[in-house]
């Protein structure tokens, strides 16, 4: 079993910061490509941003400029550090790692609440 575990999700006022976490644990031996997916209420769920084993990174035009994506491969976690947050990015904010043999792993979820 592969066990996806998100944290850092909270409330915070608009124009803050939060720094979201991801580990992926279990019967996984390597991970590709990893990212952060978000759903708002009554929406999608879409790409907020993605990063593979290289270190290249992808993100939402919504997103650039604000959120930055790393990761640390010996670790199997990825971070979401998030700044100047907007109302528009409250959402559940979920995590997705990708095996090598393009197996798909979702958490559970993480809110995040931008809100004064």
């Known amino acids: 079993q592969v066990q996806v575990v998100e944290s850092g999700g909270g409330l915070v006022q608009p124009g803050g910061s939060l720094r979201l976490s991801c580990a992926v644990s279990?019967?996984?031996?390597?991970?590709?490509?990893m990212g952060w997916y978000r759903q708002a209420p009554g929406k999608q769920r879409e790409s907020v941003a993605t990063i593979n084993r290289s270190g290249g990174t992808n993100y939402a035009d919504s997103v650039k400029g604000r959120f930055t994506i790393s990761r640390d491969n010996a670790k199997n976690t990825v971070y979401l550090q998030m700044n100047t947050l907007k109302p528009d990015d409250t959402a559940v904010y979920y995590c997705?790692?990708?095996?090598?043999?393009?197996?798909?792993?979702w958490g559970q979820g993480t809110q995040v609440t931008v809100s004064s």
């Open positions: 997705n790692a990708i095996s090598n043999d393009h197996s798909h792993y």
């Open positions: 279990g019967s996984i031996y390597v991970i590709n490509a």
